[in-house]
Structures are given as C-alpha cells and as structure tokens.
C-alpha cells in the first residue's frame, strides 16, 4: 500500500476507507475557504507556477531538492490524485449517493475548451461541490454542474476511456475525497508537472502492469498508448517483446487496453 494508504486507510486503501468521504470534514472551516477560491487558486496558480519551474529546470537540469519536496508535500496535504484503474473508478462513482459533472479546470486554462470530464462525488446528503465558484469557466456562480446517475457517469467514464482518458480520484484537503478526473495526459496539470519538471503530485495506483512474455508479440502499441514512458521493447531470443518498468508505470490500464494479444493485465504493486 501506498503512503497515504498507511496514513489515512484505517487498514484499507484509502480511497476506500467511508471516513475520508465523510460529511463532518465538509464542517472544517479551512477547507470550506479552501473549495471557495479552488478553481483559481490550484489551476490558474499552478499553471503559472509551472512555467516558471520549467525555466529553472532547463537551465539546470533539475529542480533544488528542498523545492521539489515543498511542492509535494503541499499538494499531499490540499489537492492530492491517485490514479485508478477503470474498474477502481467505476466501483467508486457507482456507490456514490450525488454525483455532478463539471468541465475540467486544466483543460478549461490551457484552450477554454469546456470539456465535462471531471465528476464532484458526494456519498451523503451534504455536497462540498455547492460552494465552488463557476465563474472561472464564464458562467454564473453556480452554473455548469449536471446531475448525472451512477449508471450515466460510468458509461461516460468508459467512453472517455477509449479516447484514452487516465482515471483519477482526489482530495479537497486531504483525506477528504471529492473528485473523480478523467485526465488528458496532454493538458492535466499534475501529468504536465510529471512529464515537464520531474515532481510528482501524485500517486501512482495500487496495481501495476505486467507482461506475459509468452503472450506479447512485440507490435509496440502499449508503448505508444504509454503516458508515463514506461515501456521500452528489448530482444529475447530474437523476439521483440515490451517490458514494463514498475516504477515508472502509475498503473493507468491504458496498454492492457490497447494490447491485441492480452498480454497486459494489472497486477497488485
């Protein structure tokens, strides 16, 4: 289990453990400013905070160690993700009691495209999501979240993932969880702050791709489909097969998807 499993699981993983969705944590006065200003303060910031990192990281190389930890340790206690596999997520959204759709703030900044692929879950009668601001999008206040089923919201979810989305679940303040994201690896800002600058905020998921050597017939196409360059083909008695590197592989399922032998399965990291 990861980190956040020890600390915030109560013996379980953590996105599964009932008090982190729990509705006393929407009471916390902290995080009630905190989903207020969110839009503005996670994305319009962040984005901005990334260009100027990624001028420091070209011109040395790297990040200084002290400012790599201060940004993860941040982003562990505010607005932390995990990717999910896509039956984690659907187990997830179905059991939720609320659950609205709402256009992705990342791909919102980048080219105000409204595209509503992000899902605010609730699992009681309260909601933390009443109190976010729309108008970063150009809306009225509370304009732009639609009420989806569960049923509705895993067939969009799976849609999406045929486009080859990445599932993810994150906190609003940890622990509590409230948000269900189906990243595009090309505009979500923790996946840009991975690939651009080398800082990781966040988790990669409890399972981890495996290869059946015996099953892969080297045609490349996991590696293509492969978001975190975790994949490479090496020559086993004159066969082209992929290998899988567990530490860099964050457990998306996108190459299992894609593989046309089965070949790939998911497997508990």
């Not at 080859?164 to 940890?174: D, L, N, R, V, Y």
């Amino acid at each position: 289990m990861c980190e956040f499993c020890t600390k915030h699981g109560e013996g379980k993983i953590w996105y599964k453990n009932a008090s982190n969705y729990a509705n006393d944590l929407l009471s916390d006065i902290n995080r009630q400013r905190y989903i207020k200003d969110f839009l503005s303060l996670v994305f319009e910031d962040g984005f901005q905070a990334l260009g100027r990192l990624e001028t420091i990281f070209r011109k040395k190389g790297r990040l200084p160690k002290n400012l790599k930890t201060a940004m993860i340790k941040k982003a562990k206690e505010e607005h932390f993700g995990q990717v999910l596999p896509i039956e984690e997520i659907c187990e997830l959204v179905i059991k939720a009691e609320t659950i609205v759709r709402m256009p992705c703030a990342c791909r919102w900044k980048i080219g105000k495209k409204e595209e509503r692929c992000c899902y605010a879950v609730s699992y009681g009668p309260d909601t933390w999501y009443e109190e976010i601001d729309m108008r970063y999008f150009g809306k009225a206040s509370d304009e732009g979240l639609e009420s989806v089923s569960s049923d509705e919201a895993v067939k969009q979810i799976e849609h999406m993932e045929e486009d080859g989305a990445i599932h993810t679940i994150w906190t609003m303040m940890t622990p509590f969880i409230g948000a269900v994201c189906n990243c595009s690896p090309d505009d979500c800002l923790s996946i840009q702050t991975l690939n651009r600058i080398h800082v990781e905020t966040m988790e990669r998921a409890e399972y981890v791709a495996r290869v059946d050597e015996t099953m892969c017939d080297g045609c490349g196409l996991c590696d293509t489909t492969c978001h975190f360059r975790a994949i490479e083909s090496i020559t086993r008695s004159g066969q082209s097969i992929a290998r899988i590197d567990p530490h860099k592989c964050f457990g998306c399922g996108l190459c299992r998807k894609a593989c046309s032998t089965d070949a790939i399965s998911l497997v508990l990291r």
